[in-house]
């Protein structure tokens, strides 16, 4: 779920354990870019959407204000699971393994191993 909290969090609430976003601050130099593939639950509807990006805090702050067509109308939203990755192409790989398994034994195996890690 995304924070109230602005001056304590930046205004997004990660809401996994030792997680903070990659390249938070950084230039755009895509030598040195880390790309993130994540997992948002809707707390309207219980369902996921699974997305990749190189700037994971914009990105974010874009599905909190509405701006993503696919998640407007599925808010308030929760992050769930992230994977880091140093190259686009792997993080993009990822991503449609991830949809590919969605709602599946596969996915849930993924997301709840990932939930007991944070207890």
């Given at each position: 779920?995304?924070?109230?909290?602005?001056?304590?969090c930046g205004s997004l609430n990660y809401?996994?354990?030792?997680?903070?976003?990659?390249?938070?601050?950084?230039?755009r130099?895509?030598?040195?870019?880390?790309?993130?593939?994540?997992?948002?639950?809707?707390?309207?509807d219980l369902r996921f959407y699974i997305g990749s990006t190189?700037?994971?805090?914009?990105?974010?702050?874009?599905?909190?204000?509405?701006?993503?067509?696919?998640?407007?109308n599925r808010r308030p939203l929760k992050l769930v699971y992230t994977e880091t990755f140093k190259t686009r192409s792997e993080a993009i790989k990822r991503e449609k393994f991830l949809k590919r398994q969605k709602g599946?034994?596969?996915?849930?195996?993924?997301?709840n191993?990932?939930?007991g890690m944070e207890q």
């Open positions: 779920m995304f924070c109230q909290h602005s001056a304590k809401h996994i354990a030792g997680w903070s976003p990659a390249g938070a601050g950084r230039s130099d895509r030598a040195h870019m880390i790309y993130n593939i994540y997992v948002l639950k809707s707390l309207k190189g700037d994971i805090k914009s990105r974010l702050k874009s599905h909190k204000e509405g701006l993503v067509r696919s998640t407007k599946g034994d596969v996915f849930k195996r993924i997301i191993n990932h939930r």
